[in-house]
């Protein structure tokens, strides 16, 4: 039986809480955590100097922290020592999400996150409702990038997300044109080719490691846009004869990829203490 990743647990059993350190790491030195952060472990927490805590950092380790000090405007860490992580996924998902409203664009960056989107371009495309000036782009960003911080500790992830800029649809089409792998865009109107015959037909071992997903706006996609992404090598995909929202369909795409070729389930699980030596 294999080695697998278990959750680093306290000696009382229960894990220790995760957080996220926008810097690489290493053991003996002492980093700051400010801000709503700082705030969640003193008043909601209730953490205190001594305990444990695991800190995930930019480059993807993570590593046993002790808490040397605490106020609300900021907590000190002392880095211990290096843990193990959780292992990466066998498929790298790149998802293209048309930007919807706030409250369903959040819940996109979130869920997606969650089952371990590596990557979320969003974008314009011509039936797009909403739109941001450079102000509103920049503050979206920033909030989208603090949403996958927050599911990368709560899905105990090696790393959160990563968030592109907003781009146009032609504009992201050039771009993806030369990225290799399964290229797939969510139609409504393809009537001949499903989700299930591409899991069908590529069996049990797919020929490509990324699956880079684009899921349109409430209104779908025009034809023209359709036209240019199969020109980048996308292919017209349904979900079958729902049509579902545009948030719906992107949590869908996500956890099915996953599930097929993904992540998505996990066996045989042993703590690292019982492996053999």
């Known amino acids: 039986m294999g080695l697998h990743y278990l959750p680093q647990i306290d000696r009382g059993g229960s894990p220790l809480r995760r957080f996220v350190i926008d ?54 860490v002392y880095v211990e020592v290096p843990l193990p992580g959780p292992p990466p996924s066998p498929v790298e998902i790149i998802l293209c999400q048309a930007v919807l409203k706030s409250r369903p664009m959040d819940f996109v960056v979130q869920k997606a996150s969650e089952l371990g989107v590596n990557r979320i371009i969003p974008f314009f495309s011509a039936r797009t409702v909403v739109r941001l000036d450079e102000k509103r782009h920049d503050a979206r960003l920033h909030h989208w990038k603090e949403i996958t911080r927050s599911s990368a500790k709560q899905a105990d992830r090696r790393a959160p997300a990563a968030i592109d800029p907003v781009r146009r649809f032609d504009d992201l089409m050039k771009r993806l044109r030369k990225e290799a792998g399964m290229k797939i865009i969510l139609w409504e109107e393809e009537d001949t080719l499903d989700l299930k015959r591409v899991f069908r037909e590529t069996k049990e071992k797919p020929g490509f490691r990324t699956v880079i ?31 579902l929202r545009a948030e719906t369909a992107a949590i869908t795409l996500t956890a099915l990829v996953q599930y097929e070729w993904g992540d998505l389930g996990r066996t045989g699980l042993v703590s690292p203490l019982d492996s053999p030596r």
């Open 23 to 76: 810097r690489v790491l290493s053991p003996g030195m002492s980093v700051s955590i400010s801000g709503a952060e700082a705030r969640h472990m003193v008043r909601v927490l209730r953490l205190r100097p001594g305990d444990r805590v695991v800190l995930m950092d930019a480059g993807g380790a993570r590593f046993q922290g002790a808490i040397q000090s605490m106020a609300p405007r900021g907590v000190r």
């Open 213 to 243: 997903g684009v899921v349109g706006p409430e209104g779908g996609f025009a034809s023209d846009e359709i036209h240019l992404a199969g020109e980048a090598g996308f292919v017209p995909v349904s979900l079958g004869h729902r049509i």
